[in-house]
Each structure stands twice: as structure tokens, then as C-alpha cells.
T-cell receptor, first 110, second 114 residues
Framework: AQRVTQPEKLLSVFKGAPVELKCNYSYSGSPELFWYVQYSRQRLQLLLRHISRESIKGFTADLNKGETSFHLKKPFAQEEDSAMYYC????????????FGSGTQLTVLP | KAGVTQTPRYLIKTRGQQVTLSCSPISGHRSVSWYQQTPGQGLQFLFEYFSETQRNKGNFPGRFSGRQFSNSRSEMNVSTLELGDSALYLCASSFSGGRSYEQYFGPGTRLTVT
């Protein structure tokens, strides 16, 4: 069975500092990995997907199949980045069945 | 495009009752998935419907059921409510074609069971 682990429940960094949110997964096949973000009082929304290899709001994430990781990184954190971040895995194929990590609450301090 | 909508937004029920939640997907989206979010268990997949058929199912008891209509709108039903069913229920829709697995989430229905 697939599993997604986010080891940090809470993470605080100062504005302008680099930030890395960790995500590890276990899945025997070829998964699709995502980062979702939930800002205060807003709905859950997609931030990044590994297949796109894009940078959104300065965030990037690289899928490392050897380490089964999909860490989210940003070189210079901004206060508006404060939010709850979820790493999620979709087992691929026609499935629309996301397995979520427990989430990391990121706080960017002024 | 209008986003995913869910009704009602808040609901209070008593143990033993049943409840029906509704989800209207983004126009053109044929896949609707349901998730339960609780502080203890986090976000957990309930089931997914595509073209009026349940395509995937999570590890929840049979008290949790759903259906999808021809216009892709979906409902989920929970019978014989238990206190532990108190949660935020999220619905997500996605386009079924190509390799787009992006799911768009609704605001959720907050269910409180007393």
C-alpha cells in the first residue's frame, strides 16, 4: 500500500531564508507526486506536480526515486507563504485517488 | 469557470441518523472524488466516481456510500452516523482526459455528529 510521510508538523523560518518541506513516499509502482497548499480560510489547491517540473510561486520540487522523496523547496521564503502544505501521491493510471501526507504547517516570520 | 461547490457547508446531526452531502464539479469534469479530513487521521480518500460508476474506493465501512448523476454531480451518504464521523468532507473534481491528474477541491462540508 502507498504511504506518504511528512516528518515535520510545524516549520518556522524567517522571511528571506530558504525553506525545505520534506516528503517521503512508499509505493511500488510509478507514482504521480503533488504538493497541495491550503492558505488560511481557503480551499485546498494544487501547488506543484512532479510531472510538470515547473516552479510555482518560487517553489520547486524534484522527484528522487532513489530516495523516494519529493521535497518542496524555496530559496527565499515570503510571509505570504505561510500555510499548510500537503504532499500527495496518486498511484497513476486512471486512478484519481490521492494519498496525502499529514501536512506541514509553515510559518514565515517577519 | 465556476469552482467546485459543496452543499451544505455545515451540518449537525445526531448519532444514528443519516446524512447526504452534495458536490457539483467544475463544468466538463467527469471525475469526482471524496475525502474525509479529521485532525487525527488527516486527509483520507473515500471513493471516486467517473461516468456514474464508482471507480475506486478507500478503506471505509459500508456506511459510507456515494453516487454520481449523469450531469457529473455527486452525492455521498453516511448512514447510522457515529461520533467519529465528525469531519470535514471534501469533494474534488478532475478532468478525465490526458495525463491531467490535477484535482480541484471544493470548500468542504463540515459535519458534526452529536
Amino acid at each position: 500500500a502507498q504511504r506518504v510521510t511528512q516528518p515535520e508538523k510545524l516549520l518556522s523560518v524567517f522571511k528571506g531564508a530558504p525553506v525545505e518541506l520534506k516528503c517521503n513516499y512508499s509505493y511500488s509502482g510509478s507514482p504521480e507526486l503533488f504538493w497541495y497548499v491550503q492558505y488560511s480560510r481557503q480551499r485546498l489547491q494544487l501547488l506543484l506536480r512532479h510531472i510538470s517540473r515547473e516552479s510555482i510561486k518560487g517553489f520547486t520540487a524534484d522527484l528522487n526515486k532513489g530516495e523516494t522523496s519529493f521535497h518542496l523547496k524555496k530559496p527565499f521564503a515570503q510571509e505570504e507563504d505561510s500555510a499548510m502544505y500537503y504532499c500527495a501521491l496518486n498511484q497513476g493510471g486512471s486512478a484519481r485517488q490521492l494519498t496525502f501526507g499529514s501536512g506541514t504547517q509553515l510559518t514565515v516570520l517577519p | 469557470k465556476a469552482g467546485v461547490t459543496q452543499t451544505p457547508r455545515y451540518l449537525i446531526k445526531t448519532r444514528g441518523q443519516q446524512v447526504t452531502l452534495s458536490c457539483s464539479p467544475i463544468s466538463g469534469h467527469r471525475s469526482v472524488s471524496w475525502y474525509q479530513q479529521t485532525p487525527g487521521q488527516g486527509l483520507q480518500f473515500l471513493f471516486e466516481y467517473f461516468s456514474e460508476t464508482q471507480r475506486n474506493k478507500g478503506n471505509f465501512p459500508g456506511r459510507f456510500s456515494g453516487r454520481q448523476f449523469s450531469n457529473s454531480r455527486s452525492e455521498m451518504n453516511v448512514s447510522t452516523l457515529e461520533l467519529g464521523d465528525s469531519a470535514l468532507y471534501l469533494c474534488a473534481s478532475s478532468f478525465s482526459g490526458g495525463r491531467s491528474y490535477e484535482q480541484y477541491f471544493g470548500p468542504g462540508t463540515r459535519l458534526t455528529v452529536t
